[in-house]
Each structure stands twice: as structure tokens, then as C-alpha cells.
């Protein structure tokens, strides 16, 4: 009935050190979008992968510079599955934590190190290649695919929920396949049905119009103490969040959901190791800890600086301060809403002079419906691995799912990916495992069988 | 009766240039203490210009591969002057705010601009020119002159008080004219009878092994939300320390010098506008402020980090986090005792994870005497700039005062130097003026003079 993996495979082995090849090219281009680093080399280079595949290309132009969307539709017949991925990159500092140059794809312990390798060009490179692989098999696909790669998915997808309400008939589709999926601690197969929202913002304080002498320190104002004190008041030393409000939007999730989440598989110890802690916040147990992952919003200080930091003592006064912040949004909360709380809980306690820069924002995604894509996934993870998939509600994670998904009323599954417990995306030494290459090639390749088939 | 400051005057005009070419050389050399740059080469550049002038010199070599200490010695007769500098320098960074080169010596408006012309290089050379000139002038001194000079004023001096210490016999002497002095902003004569003591350390926190994936942030630890409750505990908002024990160290001052200092001038809109402030901190009056400055011990925030502080986004969950602080002391708080109760105050509230690691510290000192040496400052004062020299307590920042009169039982003046209001010391565009630079060798020169004649 379903199509034969054998001779996929028998491509994949005689292909093997050209995609590797490909992989390395992708990497080694420095498409950091927080930096509008290397971002239209990469669009070009992704542009060209797709015509060679045979795929009909679009760049789509976003505004203020943004990197462009690109958009590469191949295959034939009535049936539509959407691919998104990111061609974007984070930021490779600190640059001397890494083993190897971040933009150098990197063999070491049947890994495969660089940025990016894991989050996200390693997935987008493997959906292109195992189309190929697929039609050099068996000829035409058997249902038509739109991949949709954007380039601004690390610093928020700032332009994707405009450029999505734009197009809308462009991104008509019976299932939209996400990125990430993977594995978790004990090699099972993860899968999503959404993913948190985000905000992300600096706060931004100032003090004298330049760094002084910290003689003056009893009578002119220090940004970096003002910063403290405001932060002090948005979480309390419990990791409670107390900007007044916020805790108000967070709708309850039905009992069944916190039910699927406390029978989730949860590889505690593993993950610990992993990350060298020896117990998870607040020394929480471990069933509060993987509810807290799922439900909790969260605001997180990603960044702090202010004054001099460099090696040894220098006595000044700063003369600025700033913290860099990302809150995980989970329904009902939005960048918004979490924007005007923040603004107005920091003026309320006399923190008017503390400017507040919104950077990213994106609204929560999530989709619990029985779907044909999330059905096809499922027989995917069987095929390839032999494994039912465990189905989480949503990623800890943020992407532009909502634009994409829910708001056009488009059924999604996160699945098929290389993400493993020791990736560290977005961290140095950033990795995939070689053999999840291939894998989620195969994936890829089942998936368009079994998603074509569906009735 | 006095000596004739005309053939120095005329002394000064002959070898402008060549003083100032001196000062440029001096300037050149980027001796950053902190970053053990330069150091040496700047030794051996005053060591070769006090042998110029004829004096003995002795370079003493301190633990830790710290930078020397050069003793210079020169002159006849029982009476002994000691003079204090120091040729190491605060960092130059932010180097971006510069506006010449900071090691770069550059007239620009009537100012000479770069690191160091103001703390502390200028009033080194100056009073070593100052020495050459009355000897071109007027023969062999009238008294004997140790200059002690140190290069680790700007990490906190840590080596010093143990050489002083073991130093005693050589720092004999019978008065000691310090670094600092100049001018406020109506163009008084400021001069200085002690310093605050200081205790530079670090806070640091840490968290996962590594840089995360924000996501995780619901279950695991985040050392820059620690560090912010911790620093929260040790200041109110009111700018108050409430560190458990250490108000209860400040001595109380006598009335009589609460009554000085609420009679200093205080040209407190002409400060602030040079600061870019509207008004003092917590919006105290003048009077409050100009106490304040003087009479509080301080904890201030020198310098933030943690995660990613870089421009735009990166979704990380830090590390670690790190804030450097400077107390400014006043009796009897010493480094000892603020590390002390910072410590068991941390450890009360839960932050035993918090580590804190000394950095520098140097005990107060305050020499209220009327002293031959400060007369002698007076002296030269009206002598030079026709006016009576506003006397403060001491100087709201540091030195290591303490171990070079405060424990030797020498009285102590800082007198003579060529600080300004706008000089910018430890910042950026550091400078003075150009005139106060050889005001300075004539201050020194006629406090050879006059202090040579005291009974």
C-alpha cells in the first residue's frame, strides 16, 4: 500500500557526502538576523537549493529591511502541506566557549557541530533533500508542497504576521508541518500541537550623561541600582511574577491537559545532568517542574549590563543600565497586553524613568484537534522509528505559529526534527546528531506518503 | 623673606614645550593597572626622568608581580617633604566615547585631553618639573623630598600598606603632600585633609552549566534574577544601605565639622549641569547633598552582566551573573568589616550561593590638624592663586591614605593638583586645563619654599 523506504534509503547512502556538503554550505553562512548578518547570502543560497530541487521560487520583500520571506512550491495534485522553517540564525557569542568555529560545520562524536545545525537549518535542509530523494525515486510527489522560510524567526518573526494576513490565498493548505520535534532523554520521539507565545523587551534606564567618578555615588542617581529595584518588583525571589495583572490572563487549562502533561515521559535526572544542576527551581519536584515547563509564563532576564565589566575594578558611577527580557506567553497573555502591564505596573511604584523598548513579540499557538497532519506524523514516527511519538501541547518554545496556523484555521504538528537533550540551541556548541540527519530526511519522506494518502 | 618666583616663572616659559613633551610621553604609555598593561614601561619611564633630575631612586618590587613602587629622593638639610602619586591609570573603555585618542596627549581648547592628564600623571610630572625648575633656578633644595610613587592606585593599591608597613624608616618624614587638589566650579582653591577608605569586590552568581534555552526557564534557576533580589536586599530605593549591622559602623561626626562642610561652597547648579542632571538624587536640597557627599559611606553598582548584552535578541537563559560594587568608607567601616556583614547578610536571606570576591580595600583616613604641611599648603595657595583654599574634610574618594599617615603619624594635605569639575576623571575625554598644568609646578614649587621655612 504505502510507498517503499528501501530505495529512499539506498539514495540517502549514495548521496550522503553531497547533502552533508550542502549542510556544511548553509552553515558557514553567517545568517544571524539580531545582527542582519549574512542574511541575504543565505536567502540566495536557500533560493538556489530550491530552483535546483525544481521547486517555483518566491522572495517576498518585508519591510524596514527585513529578511525575506521565501516561499518554494513543488509537486502536483489537490492536496497542500505547508513546511516552515527558519534560514536565521542566533548570535554565535560568547565566540570562545565554542570547540569549533561556529560557522564551520564541525564532525566530532557522530555529531555535527555549527550554528544553526540544530535550530533550524539542519531541518530546513533535510525537508529540501528528502524531496529530492523522493522524486529522484519515485518521480512527481504526490501532493503539492509550499515551503514557507523566513529569516527572522530568532529575532521574533517581527514582519511574518503582516506578511502572513497578505497572503492568504498564497498560504491556503490542509496541514502545516512546524519546526522542532526530536528526542528527548530516553530516544522517544516528540512531537507539538503549538507553541508559547513571546515578548521580548529591553528596559532601559539612565542616570548622568556620562560615567562618573564613584566619589559622587551619595547624591546622583545610579541606573544600575534603579534597575534593580524596578526588576525586584516584577518577580519575587520565588520566581512569582508579580507585575500587577499578569497573572490574571493566563487561562486555566482543562483538567484532561494537565492530565496529559503529569503522563508525559519526563527524563528528570538526565535533563539535569545535561545541564549540570542538581535539582530544578525552588527545589520543585519533578511533577511540578514539567507542569511549571508547560504551563507557567514565564519572564526571563536574558541580559544584564551597566557600567564596567571588563577583568579587575574600575570605581565609576553608570551612567546607563539595561536588561534585556523575554516573557513565554501562554493563552490569554500577548506582547501586547504584557507591554502595557509592564508600563503600567513600573510607573505605578515611580518607575517612570525606565523606558521600556519592545523588540519581538508573538502570540501563543496551540491546536489539540485530532488532525490529518498530526495523524500522518504519527504514522511517520511509526514507520521510521519504530515508535508511537509522544504529543506535547505545545513547546516551551516561541515561533510564529499563530499567524500561520491558527489564525488561518490551518491544522499543524511540530515533528520530525533533530532536537536532542544536548543540542544547546541557541547556546555554543550548538549540534545535531548525524544519524537524526538522515532520519528526519526519511521522515520528511514518509510523511509526504502518508499525508497524501489521508482521506 | 620668601624666594622670588619670577626666575621660576621665566624657568617655565623657556621649557613649555618641553614640559609638555614630557606630559605626552608620560601619557603614551596606557599603564592600566586592571589590565597589567604598560606597567613596567611606565616605571622605568618615571624612574629615568627622576634620575634626570638628580634624584636617588629605589624601585621596589611588590608580591604578585604587582606594579613597583619608585621612591625618588632628592634635595638636603633634616626637613623631609613626602609627595604621593601615582602613574597607573583607570581603563580607557568605553573607548568610543573618546573624542582623541585617550593615550594620545591633545590640546584642544585651552584643555590637554587623555587618560591620565588628570589622575593622577599631570600632578606627578608636574611636582617632579617643579623640582627641576627651582634647582635650574635656585641651587640645591631647601629640604630633602621622597616622591613615593605607586602604580596600583586604580585597583585599589592592595600591595601597599604591607610595603609601607615594612617601609618604615623610609617614610619617615615631616608632612605628606598628597594627590588631588584643584579647583570647584567658581574657580576656588579646593584642598583635602583625608579620603574615604573603599571596598571593591564582586557578586557572582551561577546557574546551569551553561547558557540556555530560554524555554526552560519555568524549572530552572536563573543567577541574573538571583543577583537582582540578592542587590535588592542591600539597598532600598531610597538609595539607603540595609546591609543587616553596617550603619551601625559609621561614627558619628562632631557637630563642629557637620558645621564646616555646611559652609563649604557648593556650586551645586553648575555641577549638575555639567552632569546632564536636573536635580540631585532622591531630589535631596543642596545642603543635604553637599552632607551627604561627604559624611555617607556609599554601595554602588560599578558595573552589570550577565547573558547577552549584545544588540536585538538572543532567547538565553544565563549562566551566570556577575555585578562589581565599590563601598566608599567612612570611620570606622573598613573592607573587612562590609565583607564581613555582606557575607552573613547574603547567607541570612538564602543567597549562600551568591560568592563574593574582594577585589580591593583601603581603611579611611581623616587628619584634622593644623598641621606645618597644610599651613604650608595655605601658603602656597595665596601665594600662587591670591586666595585662601577651601579645606574639606576629605576627599570623597579613596587613596591609600591610611597606610602612609594615618598609621605612620604623619599629617597629611592634599594640595596643588589640577582637578576640575568637568575633568572627567575615570571616564572618557579625561582632561585638564592647560594653565592648571603649570599652576600646579609653581604650587609645588613655592610649597618647597614655604614648608622649608616652617618652625
Same mark, same amino acid.
Given at each position: ?20 556538503? &550542502?549542510? +556544511? ?11 542582519? =548578518? ?65 560557522? &564551520? ?21 533535510? =525537508? ?15 501532493? +503539492? ?7 527572522? &524567526? ?49 528596559? =532601559? ?66 535533563? =539535569? ?122 513547546? #516551551? ?41 538522515? #532520519? ?16
Amino acid at each position: 500500500m504505502h510507498f517503499d523506504i528501501d530505495p529512499i534509503n539506498d539514495y540517502l547512502e549514495s548521496n550522503r557526502e553531497r547533502f552533508l556538503d &550542502e549542510f +556544511r554550505q548553509l552553515i558557514a553562512i553567517p545568517s544571524v538576523a539580531a545582527q542582519k =548578518r549574512g542574511i541575504h547570502e543565505c536567502a540566495d543560497w536557500v533560493m538556489g537549493r530550491l530552483r535546483q530541487l525544481g521547486a517555483e521560487v518566491q522572495q517576498f520583500a518585508l519591510p524596514n529591511d527585513g529578511s525575506p520571506v521565501i516561499v518554494g512550491e513543488i509537486g502536483a495534485g489537490e492536496r497542500v502541506l505547508l513546511v516552515y522553517n527558519h534560514y536565521d540564525v542566533q548570535p554565535e557569542a560568547p565566540l570562545d566557549l565554542w570547540d569549533s568555529p561556529p560557522f &564551520e560545520l564541525t564532525r566530532r562524536d557522530g555529531k555535527l557541530f555549527g550554528r544553526g545545525t540544530n535550530d533550524d537549518k539542519g531541518e530546513l535542509l533535510a =525537508r529540501i533533500q528528502a524531496v529530492e530523494a523522493w522524486r529522484e525515486t519515485y518521480g512527481e510527489l504526490p501532493l +503539492r508542497i509550499k515551503f514557507i522560510f523566513e529569516g527572522e &524567526e530568532e529575532i521574533g518573526s517581527v514582519n511574518l504576521p503582516g506578511w502572513a494576513e497578505s497572503q492568504q490565498e498564497l498560504l491556503q493548505g490542509d496541514g502545516l508541518l512546524w519546526e522542532g520535534g526530536g528526542y528527548d532523554e530516553a530516544d522517544r520521539i516528540i512531537m507539538a500541537e503549538g507553541c508559547k507565545g513571546i515578548a521580548y523587551f529591553e528596559l =532601559r534606564c539612565r542616570g548622568a550623561a556620562y560615567d562618573l567618578h564613584s566619589s559622587l555615588a551619595p547624591m546622583i542617581v545610579n541606573p544600575a541600582w534603579r534597575l534593580v529595584w524596578a526588576l525586584n518588583t516584577m518577580k519575587d525571589s520565588q520566581d512569582r511574577i508579580t507585575v500587577d495583572g499578569f497573572i490574571d490572563h493566563i487561562r486555566p487549562m482543562p483538567q484532561p491537559t494537565i492530565d496529559r502533561i503529569d503522563a508525559l515521559p519526563f527524563e528528570s535526572e538526565r535533563m =539535569r545532568a545535561n545541564f549540570g544542576l542538581s535539582q530544578w527551581l525552588n527545589a520543585m519536584e519533578d511533577e511540578t517542574a514539567l507542569r511549571q515547563y508547560y504551563l507557567a509564563p514565564t519572564m526571563t532576564i536574558c541580559g544584564l549590563e551597566s557600567g564596567y565589566t571588563d577583568a579587575g575594578t574600575k570605581t565609576v558611577l553608570p551612567a546607563q543600565a539595561m536588561a534585556k527580557i523575554d516573557c513565554r506567553l501562554v493563552p490569554d497573555l500577548t506582547p501586547e497586553i504584557v507591554q502595557d502591564l509592564i508600563r503600567k505596573h513600573l510607573d505605578a511604584r515611580g518607575f517612570e524613568d525606565i523606558e521600556l523598548v519592545p523588540l519581538a513579540g508573538e502570540h501563543p499557538a496551540m491546536d489539540m484537534q485530532d488532525s490529518q497532519v498530526r495523524r500522518a506524523a504519527i504514522a511517520a514516527s511509526q514507520a521510521v522509528f519504530g515508535q508511537d511519538p509522544v504529543i506535547v501541547p505545545w513547546f #516551551a518554545g516561541s515561533g510564529p505559529m499563530y499567524p500561520l496556523s491558527t489564525q488561518l484555521g490551518i491544522p499543524v504538528i511540530s515533528a520530525g526534527a533533530t532536537w536532542h537533550p544536548g543540542g544547546r540551541a541557541h547556546a555554543p556548541n550548538e549540534n545535531i546528531f548525524e544519524e537524526d540527519y538522515f #532520519a528526519a530526511i526519511r521522515f520528511m519522506a514518509v510523511l509526504i506518503d502518508r499525508f497524501a494518502a489521508m482521506k
